[in-house]
Protein backbone atom coordinates (compact mmCIF):
# COMPACT_ATOMS: atom_id res chain seq x y z
CA UNK A 1 0.00 0.00 0.00
CA UNK A 2 1.49 3.21 -0.84
CA UNK A 3 1.32 6.00 1.88
CA UNK A 4 2.89 9.26 1.63
CA UNK A 5 3.50 11.79 4.85
CA UNK A 6 4.70 15.01 4.71
CA UNK A 7 6.15 16.87 7.75
CA UNK A 8 7.61 20.60 8.58
CA UNK A 9 4.98 22.52 8.80
CA UNK A 10 3.87 25.57 10.69
CA UNK A 11 3.22 29.17 11.31
CA UNK A 12 5.99 31.75 10.96
CA UNK A 13 6.16 35.71 9.87
CA UNK A 14 6.90 36.65 6.15
CA UNK A 15 10.66 36.69 5.04
CA UNK A 16 10.87 33.56 6.39
CA UNK A 17 12.03 29.92 5.91
CA UNK A 18 10.38 26.13 5.93
CA UNK A 19 11.50 23.23 4.80
CA UNK A 20 9.02 20.40 4.31
CA UNK A 21 9.54 16.94 4.05
CA UNK A 22 7.49 13.65 2.57
CA UNK A 23 8.59 9.79 2.92
CA UNK A 24 7.13 7.56 0.87
CA UNK A 25 6.22 3.60 1.37
CA UNK A 26 4.64 0.90 0.18
CA UNK A 27 6.80 0.83 -3.23
CA UNK A 28 10.15 0.02 -4.82
CA UNK A 29 10.06 2.34 -8.06
CA UNK A 30 13.58 4.24 -8.26
CA UNK A 31 12.10 6.78 -11.46
CA UNK A 32 9.01 8.58 -11.15
CA UNK A 33 7.07 11.82 -10.74
CA UNK A 34 6.89 13.42 -7.53
CA UNK A 35 5.38 17.24 -6.80
CA UNK A 36 4.38 20.00 -4.18
CA UNK A 37 0.55 20.85 -4.61
CA UNK A 38 -0.69 23.42 -2.15
CA UNK A 39 -4.41 24.66 -1.46
CA UNK A 40 -6.19 27.20 0.22
CA UNK A 41 -9.97 27.42 0.55
CA UNK A 42 -12.27 27.46 -2.23
CA UNK A 43 -9.20 27.22 -4.71
CA UNK A 44 -8.26 24.31 -6.68
CA UNK A 45 -5.05 22.37 -5.63
CA UNK A 46 -2.29 23.51 -7.63
CA UNK A 47 1.10 21.95 -8.78
CA UNK A 48 4.12 24.16 -6.76
CA UNK A 49 7.18 22.36 -7.88
CA UNK A 50 7.63 19.11 -9.41
CA UNK A 51 10.54 16.69 -9.60
CA UNK A 52 11.32 13.14 -11.63
CA UNK A 53 13.22 11.27 -9.62
CA UNK A 54 16.52 9.26 -10.12
CA UNK A 55 18.14 12.56 -11.57
CA UNK A 56 15.63 13.98 -13.32
CA UNK A 57 14.47 17.51 -14.08
CA UNK A 58 12.85 19.95 -11.43
CA UNK A 59 9.85 22.18 -12.57
CA UNK A 60 8.94 25.32 -10.51
CA UNK A 61 5.02 27.54 -10.41
CA UNK A 62 5.98 31.01 -11.59
CA UNK A 63 4.78 32.13 -8.09
CA UNK A 64 8.19 30.32 -6.25
CA UNK A 65 10.47 30.16 -8.84
CA UNK A 66 13.76 31.43 -7.35
CA UNK A 67 12.44 31.37 -3.30
CA UNK A 68 11.63 27.67 -3.14
CA UNK A 69 13.87 24.44 -3.82
CA UNK A 70 12.27 21.12 -4.20
CA UNK A 71 15.18 18.14 -4.07
CA UNK A 72 15.23 14.42 -3.30
CA UNK A 73 16.84 12.93 0.31
CA UNK A 74 19.83 10.75 0.42
CA UNK A 75 17.09 7.98 1.77
CA UNK A 76 14.85 6.42 -0.72
CA UNK A 77 11.67 7.65 -1.13
CA UNK A 78 12.18 11.51 0.27
CA UNK A 79 11.17 14.22 -0.60
CA UNK A 80 11.81 17.91 0.15
CA UNK A 81 10.63 21.32 -0.16
CA UNK A 82 13.11 24.24 0.99
CA UNK A 83 10.81 27.00 1.26
CA UNK A 84 12.60 30.60 1.53
CA UNK A 85 11.25 34.33 1.70
CA UNK A 86 7.68 32.70 2.35
CA UNK A 87 4.83 35.24 1.86
CA UNK A 88 1.47 35.14 3.30
CA UNK A 89 0.10 34.47 0.01
CA UNK A 90 2.03 31.45 0.34
CA UNK A 91 -0.47 30.22 3.51
CA UNK A 92 -2.03 26.70 2.59
CA UNK A 93 -2.04 23.51 3.07
CA UNK A 94 0.79 21.22 1.24
CA UNK A 95 0.93 18.47 -0.26
CA UNK A 96 2.99 15.56 -1.73
CA UNK A 97 2.23 13.51 -4.59
CA UNK A 98 3.74 10.87 -6.40
CA UNK A 99 2.60 8.74 -9.16
CA UNK A 100 4.29 6.19 -11.23
CA UNK A 101 3.01 6.72 -14.70
CA UNK A 102 3.51 10.07 -15.67
CA UNK A 103 6.10 10.00 -18.34
CA UNK A 104 9.15 12.39 -16.93
CA UNK A 105 8.39 14.32 -20.29
CA UNK A 106 4.79 15.07 -18.30
CA UNK A 107 6.69 15.47 -14.65
CA UNK A 108 5.93 19.71 -14.78
CA UNK A 109 3.68 21.83 -12.92
CA UNK A 110 2.11 23.35 -16.39
CA UNK A 111 0.90 19.51 -16.94
CA UNK A 112 0.99 17.63 -13.84
CA UNK A 113 -2.36 18.67 -11.86
CA UNK A 114 -4.03 17.44 -9.37
CA UNK A 115 -6.47 15.74 -11.91
CA UNK A 116 -3.56 13.35 -13.19
CA UNK A 117 -2.76 12.52 -9.33
CA UNK A 118 -6.74 12.00 -8.67
CA UNK A 119 -6.35 9.46 -11.57
CA UNK A 120 -3.33 7.90 -11.03
CA UNK A 121 -1.24 8.80 -8.56
CA UNK A 122 -1.33 9.06 -4.35
CA UNK A 123 -1.69 11.94 -2.24
CA UNK A 124 0.25 12.62 1.33
CA UNK A 125 -2.40 13.82 4.20
CA UNK A 126 -1.58 17.34 3.80
CA UNK A 127 0.93 19.88 6.17
CA UNK A 128 -0.41 23.53 7.07
CA UNK A 129 1.48 26.30 6.38
CA UNK A 130 0.54 29.87 7.83
CA UNK A 131 2.90 33.24 7.12
CA UNK A 132 1.82 36.07 8.54
CA UNK A 133 2.58 39.80 7.54
Known amino acids: QVQLVESGGGSLQAGGSLRLGCVGS????????MAWFRQVPGKEREAVATIYTGGGPTDYHDFVRDRFTVSQGNIKRTLYLQMNSLQPEDTAVYYCAADFLTEERDCNVGRYSSAVVASSGYWGQGTQVNVSS
Open 26 to 33: GYTYTRYC
